[in-house]
């Protein structure tokens, strides 16, 4: 198994732009985790999902964040406008619900907006 | 709400020496607790858990016991590498792992040789 895939690793983008951060379960894990992390903040949770219905999303900050579950295998975090506090390490996590033993990270995309 | 509590580090400890990072959390019920470690540029990798009280996990070297009476879950190891500085993370969760899990803020361990 490839583990959970986000992409991109990093991204630099200008304050105003869109940006669209990607997620790729593992086959089989039916919850997924957006987490941001900062040095001020840490680990914070933005949203899950289980069986790709959003469960909670009170985490995340503003409107300006959406997250979305095309399908079982897939999801992505998107930014519109970014702002420049907006730059840190986003990872997406996913786990088996049923297990309920932890889940397993991607390697996250650290994003810089200018 | 669950929530978790940690060491503040940074801690620094020469090779070959012992470590230990408290742990100490508040819940409603019985969670299961995990310890994470991140390694630069990485994500977090699960180290170990444990689901029940007296429960001990372990790995690489690594172990932690479920104390409910005194709701720790302390990390130890008994002689640490330079290979093992990183951020390690205390975290809990529902006791069928179906809630988010909540993390501590972390603690960053550097071995030097």
């Known amino acids: 198994d490839a583990g959970v895939i986000q992409s991109p690793r990093h991204e630099v983008t200008e304050m105003g732009q869109e940006v669209t951060l990607r997620c790729k379960l593992i086959s089989g894990h039916n919850s997924l985790f957006w987490y941001r992390q900062t040095m001020m903040r840490g680990l914070e949770l933005l949203i899950y999902f289980n069986n790709n219905v959003p469960i909670d999303d009170s985490g995340m900050p503003e409107d300006r964040f959406s997250a979305k579950m095309p399908n079982a295998s897939f999801s992505t975090l998107k930014i519109q406008p970014s702002e420049p506090r907006d730059s840190a390490v986003y990872f997406c996590?996913?786990?088996?619900?049923?297990?309920?033993?932890?889940?397993?990270f991607g390697s996250g995309t650290r994003l810089t907006v200018v | 709400g669950d929530s978790v509590t940690q060491m503040e580090g940074p801690v620094t400890l020469s090779e070959e020496a012992f470590l230990t990072i408290n742990c100490t959390y508040t819940?409603?019920?019985?969670?299961?607790l995990f310890w994470y470690v991140q390694y630069p540029g990485e994500g977090l990798q699960l180290l170990l858990k444990?689901?029940?009280?007296?429960d001990k996990g372990s790995n690489k070297g690594f172990e932690a016991t479920y104390r409910k009476e005194t709701t720790s879950f302390h990390l130890e190891k008994g002689s640490v590498q330079v290979s093992d500085s990183a951020v390690y993370f205390c975290?809990?969760?529902?006791?069928?792992?179906?809630?988010?899990?909540?993390f501590g803020k972390g603690t960053r361990l550097s071995v030097i040789a």
């Open positions: 996590a996913s786990s088996n619900r049923g297990q309920g033993y932890g889940y397993t």
């Open positions: 975290a809990l969760s529902g006791p069928m792992g179906n809630t988010p899990l909540v």
């Open positions: 444990a689901t029940k009280a007296d």
């Open positions: 819940a409603t019920g019985y969670p299961s």
